[in-house]
């Protein structure tokens, strides 16, 4: 059977994948309402197509930290993605790269920068967290630089781990026959001799508590990349984040895996963009899985968006090719999204192309029964 749709993907990877690895990807925090209503605040969200446009020629591209790639949709970091896949985060990497695309890396990744750099050539970021031996954060980050990659995404939702009842009820660890490649070689201090879970949990462990803003700034002084902040949900922190010298702000609530009960991202957003004004570019990711998702971020104000576990299903269903028919499905859908709207360039989306259930009341979507 054909596939058809990014969604299609989570039933194949469910069946081939073990109970533990997708239950790692797929699972959100707590009751999970988070999780559902990333998915659900799209559908509040409707179209004003505009009609008799000319929509012969669409220019789908755009520039990201002055990159120039092929659609605003790229790959979000995910972690371990040898679970999915023996290839894993190769195979991703190939296919961001053929589809013009921008990779996130995972600092917790199952291949190293280096190991990710040498598939061959691509617009990469280094999505970090922030240790408390900050000479191990410096170590990470300089072989990002090293490697080539041209910015980082620092996570700032995550001084712990959010509550994942079905990674507890599966006792979740890294198979032994995987390790976080990006911690090889690291000096990490006391802790050479961990096994390779042992290495997941420890790490896990050392993500710092007391992260705050000034770190953010001290970041600045130890890397010439720039800085895009992870997990911004209001618009008192995109405020804060424009202060603090970041070079863009994505709009996440990690996927819905930390606290549960924030809003959905495609909500959060325009907020967080009106409060940048402008000053830096806001992305999204959370929930996007249609080229209608991507028009209605777009719309909101967004200048790109990110996709995480499409990835990771994709990539468990059929390797790089289930990536790359992936990151394909979502350019074409979102490619009709913009010719069926009347618009011919990104810079043609605009905030009157949809309506929101938030819009003035007399706009309601839904009239009551």
């Known amino acids: 059977m054909e596939i058809t749709n990014v969604n299609e993907y989570e039933a194949i990877a469910k069946e081939k994948l073990p109970k533990m690895v997708f239950d790692y990807y797929a699972s959100g925090a707590e009751d999970q309402w988070t999780l559902q209503e990333n998915r659900n605040a799209f559908s509040r969200i409707l179209f004003r197509p505009r009609i008799l446009i000319d929509v012969s020629k669409i220019d789908m591209t755009t520039t990201v930290l002055g990159f120039k790639i092929s659609m605003p949709i790229m790959v979000a970091p995910t972690a371990m993605q040898k679970m999915a896949h023996p290839e894993g985060e190769y195979a991703t990497a190939r296919a961001a790269s053929a589809a013009g695309t921008i990779m996130t890396l995972s600092s917790w990744a199952t ?72 911690f090889e070689g690291l000096d990490l201090g006391k802790m050479d001799e961990a096994n390779d879970s042992g290495l997941a949990s420890y790490v896990a462990g050392q993500i710092d508590r007391t992260l705050s803003w000034k770190d953010v700034q001290w970041l600045q002084t130890i890397t010439k990349l720039p800085i895009l902040v992870k997990g911004v949900l209001t618009a008192e922190d995109a405020r804060m984040a424009v202060q603090a010298g ?17 809003p959905a991202t495609i909500i959060a957003l325009e907020e967080v963009v009106k409060a940048a004004q402008g000053k830096i570019p806001v992305f999204l990711d959370g929930g996007v899985r249609r080229g209608t998702d991507v028009f209605k971020a777009l719309a909101l104000g967004a200048a790109g968006i990110f996709i995480g576990r499409p990835v990771v299903f994709s990539l468990a269903a059929e390797g790089e090719a289930g990536v790359r028919k992936v990151l394909q499905m979502m350019r074409e859908e979102f490619e009709l999204t913009m010719a069926l709207s009347g618009c011919t360039s990104l810079k043609e989306i605009t905030r009157n192309h949809i309506i929101t259930d938030w819009d003035a009341p007399q706009a309601r979507l839904v009239p009551k029964l």
């Open 111 to 182: 291949s190293s920068v280096e190991e990710v750099a040498s598939t061959g050539p691509g617009i990469r970021f280094f999505q970090l967290y922030v240790y408390k031996d900050r000479n191990v954060v410096a170590q990470l980050v300089r072989r990002a630089e090293r490697a080539g990659f041209k910015a980082i995404a620092l996570t700032v939702d995550t001084p712990r781990l959010g509550r994942r009842e079905s990674d507890i009820k599966n006792r979740f660890t890294l198979p032994p026959y995987l390790t976080l490649k990006n």
């Open 246 to 262: 970041a070079a863009g702000i994505i709009v996440s609530n990690h996927g819905a895996r930390q606290l549960d009960y924030v």
